[in-house]
């Protein structure tokens, strides 16, 4: 296979970015990493345009960069985990905000001068992966794509919330639209990362209705369940693992809690859950996905919900399945209509683990952060976080 040009953006510490990078560049191929949080104070961005050169040419010089000078377009396009440009906190706040605002115009524009019309392969198109991350919408597509889903009400109205309540027996699922973990202090003043995760909530649980509206949030029905499931899509090759999230209590409410406690295991998809996801895939004009399903005691998959980025290589290190190579591979083929076939040496993530644990800690002080940078030596639960083990494993 030729050597291709691919290109991650993301930002620092995040597994998924680097242990891909390693498995491309194993495999022969130039992977570059554009750290979108090294932008403007670390890393420089440049576009020369000229009435000879209207594809422009792409300059990429900061921490990390093997080639900075770029005139050849990107194969694959990974649009992994892109954040925000950050800008140095003793800024004046007026020359802050508008520098923030250039930033941010700037790093959206830079789109198409990856691509430059040479039919690179978006993993995801970007305004793709914006759209589908609309929990309503998501849930009205898989309706349409013939999957069953709970009802649901999303909404920060406490009369609405009151009466969906009522109408499910007095207590739902309570879950909030993004994920969020956020630092603070205990009454000790030790600092602790804190997630928010699926609780059931009866009304008496709920706070006064100035405190409800304040937060939207998202109420169903609390399903029963025999187990639930984690669909990867990389094209129309779907891996799917079964997790075992009733048989410890930790896990029973909301699986990401007491991950760690629970077997996962390789899971045969039933054909017409997997055609759902194929055709959701289309809808929502995504390469790569993951879904999730709640399988009830009858047997039912219920739809959760589709996450453009999710995590994957928690499939490898729990069910043993080779998500590092199957997603390298797919990387390197771009194309949607990929699946993959184990005819080659398979790159191994325990492999890249082993690396990673000893310098992610150093590349990470390297780097700009969006939030507390994450290699302090002391930092360990953060560490969970971003680590397959961890509670960041299932977004
Ligand atoms: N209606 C429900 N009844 C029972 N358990 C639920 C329900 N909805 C979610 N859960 C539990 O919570 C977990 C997380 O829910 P879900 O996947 O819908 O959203 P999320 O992962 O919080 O979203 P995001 O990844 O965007 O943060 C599920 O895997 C399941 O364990
Ligand atoms: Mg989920």
């Known amino acids: 296979m030729s050597r291709k040009q691919i290109l991650i953006v993301s930002e620092a510490s995040d ?24 932008f403007p104070t670390l890393l420089g961005l440049s576009l020369r345009i000229g009435p000879d050169d209207l594809t422009g040419r792409f300059v990429l010089r900061g921490p990390g960069v093997v080639n900075e000078d770029r005139s050849a377009p990107f194969d694959t396009v990974w649009l992994r985990r892109p954040g925000g440009a950050v800008l140095p906190e ?8 508008v520098a923030a605002r250039q930033c941010e115009i700037f790093l959206a ?31 009205r597509s898989a309706a349409r794509a013939g999957l069953k889903i709970p009802e649901t009400l999303i909404s920060n109205d406490p009369a609405e919330i009151r ?15 993004r994920p969020a973990a956020w ?3 205990d ?28 937060c939207p949030g998202i109420f169903q029905p609390y399903l029963q369940k025999q187990f639930e499931v984690r669909v990867a899509c990389l094209g129309d090759h779907l891996v799917a693992i079964r997790i075992n ?15 760690i406690y629970v077997g996962m295991e390789p899971y045969d998809l039933p054909p017409d859950i997997a055609a759902a996801c194929r055709r959701l895939l289309t809808e929502f004009d995504l390469a790569h996905m993951s879904v999730d399903f709640v399988v009830a005691p009858n047997g039912d998959h219920i739809f959760l919900e589709i996450n453009p980025q999710g995590q994957f290589l928690f499939l490898e290190t729990r069910a043993g399945l080779p998500l590092l190579d199957m997603f390298s591979e797919f990387l390197v083929a771009g194309a949607r209509d990929f699946t993959w076939r184990g005819d080659h040496e398979v790159v191994r993530f325990a492999e890249f683990e082993e ?5 992610w800690r150093d590349e990470a002080a390297r780097h700009a952060h969006l939030v507390r940078p994450l290699g302090a030596p002391d930092a360990e639960e953060e560490k969970e976080l971003i680590h397959p083990e961890g509670p960041g494993v299932a977004r």
Not at 90 to 97: A, I, T
Not at 163 to 177: C, I, P, S
Not at 245 to 259: V, Y
Request: net charge negative.
């Open 163 to 177: 009466a969906f309540l009522r109408e499910h027996g007095g207590t739902v699922a309570h879950k909030l639209l």
């Open 15 to 38: 597994l998924h970015s680097d242990a891909a990078a390693w498995a491309l560049r194993k495999k022969g191929h130039d992977c570059e990493l554009l750290l979108t949080p090294d």
């Open 187 to 214: 009454e000790e003043g030790g600092e602790h990362i804190y997630a928010a995760y699926t609780v059931p909530v009866s009304e008496d649980q709920l706070p006064d209705d100035d405190t409800l509206r304040l």
């Open 90 to 97: 003793d800024m004046h706040p007026g020359d802050r905000q």
């Open 245 to 259: 999230s009733q048989t410890d209590d930790r896990a029973a409410t909301d699986w990401r809690a007491g991950q």
């Open 109 to 139: 524009g830079v789109a198409p001068f990856l691509d430059r019309g040479a039919g690179t392969f978006w993993v995801n198109p970007p305004a793709s992966d914006v759209a589908a991350q609309q929990k309503g919408c998501q849930l």
């Open 355 to 359: 690396v990673w644990d000893r310098t």
């Open 183 to 185: 630092l603070a202090q």
